[in-house]
């Protein structure tokens, strides 16, 4: 893919976040690695659904703003994935309305908050950590993530909302919204007995 490519699918994918409310003011930001070794992000305040493929911010691994509007201070913990994930290529953080609302419950399993009770996160995903909360902007926030991104593929920052990889930037948006179609699933079904996969189940989905 070119970085013209690059751009316009960036654009797309975050009209289209936009549009279906996964993203509302300027909340979230988006990045993927291009094929020179820089990332591509969405700029500081921007607003997914008026994005300009020109003024998006071109930035290397090591953090220095190379081009385009200023990038987000949030790129900091999007470096750290990367530089922890080698095959990671694309990186999504929403503040999805229904993701969001999970991360602000107490006594989320820290090491998967989501229980499985359907095999597609199982096998899209896994299981999802959560990070505790830090002030957006906050070096800490990178620092967990580049310590859990090696074995994770999401991660559920607390009282703010999903980051999602993936080895394109379509295939972090497709798993985060199948991430956050199954937190919906949690609120709809609120106190119902849930009949959660087993382990055996989990491992042959796994495998």
């Known amino acids: 893919m070119t970085e013209q490519q690059a751009r316009e699918q960036m654009v797309k994918l975050g009209a289209s976040f936009f549009q279906r409310g996964y993203a509302t003011g300027s909340a979230g930001n988006l990045s993927m690695m ?3 070794g820089h990332l591509l ?3 500081t ?3 997914l659904g008026e994005l300009d493929p020109d003024t998006l911010s071109k930035v290397t691994l090591d953090g220095e703003w190379l081009s385009g509007d200023k990038p ?3 790129i900091s913990f999007h470096r750290a994935i990367y530089l922890n994930k080698p095959e990671c290529k694309a990186v999504v953080h929403l503040h999805s309305l229904y993701l969001t609302a999970l991360s602000c419950l107490q006594g989320l399993d820290s090491k998967n908050c989501i229980k499985p009770f359907t095999p597609y996160v199982v096998m899209r995903v896994g299981d999802v950590p959560v990070v505790p909360y830090y002030r957006p902007g906050d070096a800490r926030l990178g620092e967990d993530l580049a310590r859990l991104a090696p074995h ?3 991660f559920l920052l607390a009282n703010h909302g999903p980051v999602v990889v993936g080895k394109s930037l379509r295939e972090a948006a497709d798993n985060t919204e199948e991430l ?3 937190a919906r699933l949690i609120f709809t079904l609120g106190d119902r007995p849930i009949r959660y996969l087993s382990d055996d189940e989990v491992a042959e989905l796994r495998s």
Request: with cysteine; glycine share 6%; net charge negative.
């Open 45 to 47: 305040g921007s607003c």
């Open 180 to 182: 956050e179609e199954t």
């Open 152 to 154: 994770f593929n999401a």
């Open 34 to 36: 291009l094929e020179d």
């Open 72 to 74: 987000s201070k949030e």
């Open 41 to 43: 992000a969405t700029p």
